[in-house]
Each structure stands twice: as C-alpha cells, then as structure tokens.
C-alpha cells in the first residue's frame, strides 16, 4: 500500500516551500503577482484555489459568465473557474492526492496561481470598474 505525499514534503520536492505560508495544518498561502493561492489537503485530495472576487458583478452578470466560461475554454483544464454558494468567485484545480508528484504539484498550483494573476486585473477592469468592495483585495490571513 502506498503512502499519500504531505503537503510539507510536496512543497519541499517542488521548491515551492519558501513560497508558501503556512495558513493552518495542511492549508498554506502562496502569491503570484496580485494573485493568492490557497492550497490544502482534505482526506485523499489536494486543491489549489485563488479567492478571486467575493461575488460577481450586480451588472452585465450574463457577460461575466460567459467571460469565465471562455477563460475555462482557455486553460483546457488546467484551471475552471467556480462561483461557490457564498457567493466567492474563484479559480481552482484540485484532484486525487494518489499518485501526485512534486512535478504535477508545482504544475497545479503554478497554473491556478499564473493564470489567477493573468485575469484578476482585466476581469476587474471589465466588471468590476464601479464595484470596489467585491474585489479580493484582502487576503485571507
């Protein structure tokens, strides 16, 4: 029976511990650019999710939607966006802890990290001009 990687030692083989900040057990906070990624483990499975907006925008709701859907189209799975019941817009990756090595970790987290930094700033241009107070601009501590 094989043993489930930690998170400590996923961090370490991937050279992303120095990154990371240590946010509770099995939950560290990573940054790319304006962008922060939370990563944990939860029983068998590992996430990488990026806070983005606290909810979409009040106006041209359909637009922003269809927007996050062609995003999606544009990550080809490497990321989706999610609007979660609170209400948080996000950006994730997440699957099995089986299996994962240092380099698929670092190409999850990286990728939610990269591409959470290359949208946040146009989706907030486009949608998000006139609503300050929905933008993630405090990271959660």
């Not at 209400?87 to 299996?99: D, E, F």
């Amino acid at each position: 029976m094989s043993t489930l990687p930690t998170l400590a030692q996923l961090l370490k083989d991937s050279n992303l511990a120095e990154k990371a900040h240590e946010v509770d057990k099995n939950l560290v906070r990573l940054q790319w650019g304006s962008a922060f990624v939370l990563v944990g483990i939860s029983g068998s499975a590992i996430v990488a999710i990026a806070p983005l907006f606290r909810q979409p925008p009040n106006d041209k709701m359909s637009l922003f939607l269809r927007k996050l859907l062609e995003h999606n189209a544009y990550m080809g799975g490497m990321a989706s966006f999610a609007i979660q019941p609170d209400g948080w817009v996000i950006l994730h990756a997440g699957r099995a802890l089986k299996g994962m090595d240092a380099n698929e970790f670092a190409t999850m987290v990286a990728g939610v990290g990269r591409f959470a930094d290359q949208f946040d700033d146009t989706l907030i241009a486009e949608f998000y001009a006139q609503q300050p107070e929905a933008t993630n601009q405090a990271p959660l501590e």
